[in-house]
């Protein structure tokens, strides 16, 4: 975790110091020349060190020790991060637009040398291989924050590509185009920062493990001896390199405390291990198939595969002492009254085993 935040700083440093070279140079050329274009470029570069400042600051109070009053920690913080990088992409999006229009209202007549072009050109070209690396590092380093700034410097690059495509039609038809240019592109990245900006208020609402992992983490569970089942697996996301979660597994019903404390334990230790997720172990007793109750169990599974919206039964237990039967059903997120679906097959589970009562418990789709 640690080594993860200091390369997410050293890179946000090189974005700084990139950008201050930039906005130096910028500020030089469009002064020299008149170029409003070319200063409003230097002030979006001095914006930009400023989302690298703000990814440092994230980064360092995303990795504050837990405290009492936040026992997971402050990994969230890094979503808050990229929702302020989202903004400063938006606000340079619709600025640019702002520009753009007065561009084409009252076009402004600029001395441009070839100098200027040839500075220009440089920042493009470095800003395209900073954008690049930052972006290449925040996938590397799972940093929504530093693929932000990787995107706003890609589009930084695009925005003075645009300048200098105005320049060159300037001087070679004498007609300006900055302005219809400035608009296209300023809804290209309106656009990319709301889908930032989407991304990061997901991550603080909370969103689905991806599959791939789930998936695996339930195989590797199967695969100890004892487990006839892993099931009910969330996880909870607390920031994007902290997870903490918990599954349920299915045991035969006459394992003692002593072996199923091994066995959780084993199963912890192992997760840990392979995907740096501290997970909890609930257990479901399983009664033997070749049982009394097997024909209940079967003609129970049955019965739900009617139900296109629910997905999976699992939990099957019957209480010999109360002849109380009770079992899991998960139900998808597009049924709109699971709770009318449990009392159905409570219902017509008693019609058929008029003698035992019926419990069903509803879980929600939380994984797959």
Same mark, same amino acid.
């Given at each position: *975790?640690?080594?993860?935040? =200091?390369?997410?700083?050293?890179?946000?440093?090189?974005?700084?110091?990139?950008?201050?070279?930039?906005?130096?140079?910028?500020? %030089?050329?469009?002064?020299?020349?008149?170029?409003?274009?070319?200063? *409003?470029?230097?002030? =979006?570069?001095?914006? &930009?060190?400023? !989302?690298?400042?703000?990814?440092?600051?994230?980064?360092?109070?995303?990795?504050?020790?837990?405290?009492?009053?936040?026992?997971?920690?402050?990994?969230?913080?890094?979503?808050?991060?990229?929702?302020?990088?989202?903004?400063?992409?938006?606000?340079?999006?619709?600025?640019? $637009?702002?520009?753009?229009?007065?561009?084409?209202?009252?076009?402004?007549?600029?001395?441009?040398?070839?100098?200027?072009?040839?500075?220009?050109?440089?920042?493009?070209?470095?800003? /395209?291989?900073?954008?690049?690396?930052?972006?290449?590092?925040?996938?590397?380093?799972?940093?929504?924050?530093?693929?932000?700034?990787?995107? &706003?410097?890609?589009? &930084?690059?695009?925005?003075?590509?645009?300048?200098?495509?105005?320049? $060159?039609?300037?001087?070679? %038809?004498?007609?300006?185009?900055?302005?219809?240019?400035?608009?296209?592109?300023?809804?290209?990245?309106?656009?990319?920062?709301?889908?930032?900006?989407? !991304?990061?208020?997901?991550?603080?609402?909370?969103?689905?493990?991806?599959?791939?992992?789930?998936?695996?983490?339930?195989?590797?569970?199967?695969?100890?001896?004892?487990?006839?089942?892993?099931?009910?697996?969330?996880?909870?996301?607390?920031?994007?390199?902290?997870?903490?979660?918990?599954?349920?597994?299915?045991?035969?019903?006459?394992?003692?405390?002593?072996?199923?404390?091994?066995?959780?334990?084993?199963?912890?230790?192992?997760?840990?291990?392979?995907?740096?997720?501290?997970?909890?172990?609930?257990?479901?007793?399983?009664?033997?198939?070749?049982?009394?109750?097997?024909? $209940?169990?079967?003609?129970?599974?049955?019965?739900?595969?009617?139900?296109?919206?629910?997905?999976?039964?699992?939990? %099957?237990?019957?209480?010999? =002492?109360?002849?109380?039967?009770?079992?899991? /059903?998960?139900?998808?997120?597009?049924?709109?009254?699971?709770?009318?679906?449990?009392?159905?097959?409570?219902?017509? *589970?008693?019609?058929?085993?008029?003698?035992?009562?019926?419990?069903? =418990?509803? &879980?929600?789709?939380?994984?797959?």
């Amino acid at each position: *975790m640690k080594n993860r935040s =200091n390369q997410i700083v050293k890179v946000s440093v090189i974005g700084i110091i990139t950008n201050l070279i930039l906005v130096g140079f910028k500020a %030089f050329v469009g002064f020299v020349s008149g170029a409003i274009s070319i200063i *409003m470029d230097a002030i =979006n570069n001095l914006s &930009d060190a400023g !989302s690298s400042i703000v990814t440092i600051i994230g980064t360092k109070l995303a990795n504050k020790k837990p405290t009492k009053k936040h026992p997971y920690g402050y990994g969230r913080i890094e979503y808050l991060t990229s929702l302020i990088i989202a903004s400063i992409i938006l606000v340079t999006g619709f600025t640019s $637009i702002v520009e753009s229009i007065k561009k084409i209202i009252e076009p402004t007549k600029a001395n441009y040398d070839v100098i200027s072009i040839v500075i220009i050109s440089v920042a493009i070209m470095v800003k /395209i291989v900073l954008g690049l690396f930052t972006k290449k590092k925040g996938k590397e380093l799972n940093s929504d924050s530093l693929v932000g700034s990787g995107n &706003d410097a890609m589009f &930084d690059a695009i925005i003075s590509a645009s300048t200098l495509v105005g320049i $060159i039609v300037s001087l070679a %038809f004498h007609v300006s185009v900055e302005g219809i240019l400035g608009i296209l592109i300023s809804v290209f990245i309106v656009k990319a920062g709301v889908e930032i900006l989407i !991304s990061s208020v997901s991550g603080l609402i909370g969103t689905r493990v991806d599959s791939e992992t789930t998936i695996k983490i339930k195989q590797t569970v199967n695969e100890f001896e004892g487990v006839n089942g892993a099931y009910d697996l969330i996880l909870n996301k607390y920031g994007p390199e902290k997870i903490i979660g918990a599954i349920h597994i299915e045991v035969n019903e006459d394992m003692t405390a002593k072996e199923i404390h091994a066995l959780t334990h084993a199963i912890q230790t192992k997760i840990y291990q392979e995907f740096g997720i501290f997970l909890t172990v609930g257990i479901y007793a399983s009664i033997d198939d070749e049982s009394e109750y097997s024909k $209940i169990k079967q003609d129970l599974f049955n019965l739900v595969k009617q139900y296109e919206n629910v997905i999976q039964t699992h939990g %099957f237990y019957v209480d010999s =002492n109360t002849d109380i039967v009770t079992f899991d /059903i998960v139900v998808s997120f597009k049924e709109k009254n699971p709770e009318l679906i449990k009392q159905e097959i409570e219902s017509k *589970m008693k019609e058929l085993y008029p003698d035992y009562q019926f419990f069903a =418990n509803i &879980d929600a789709d939380y994984s797959d």
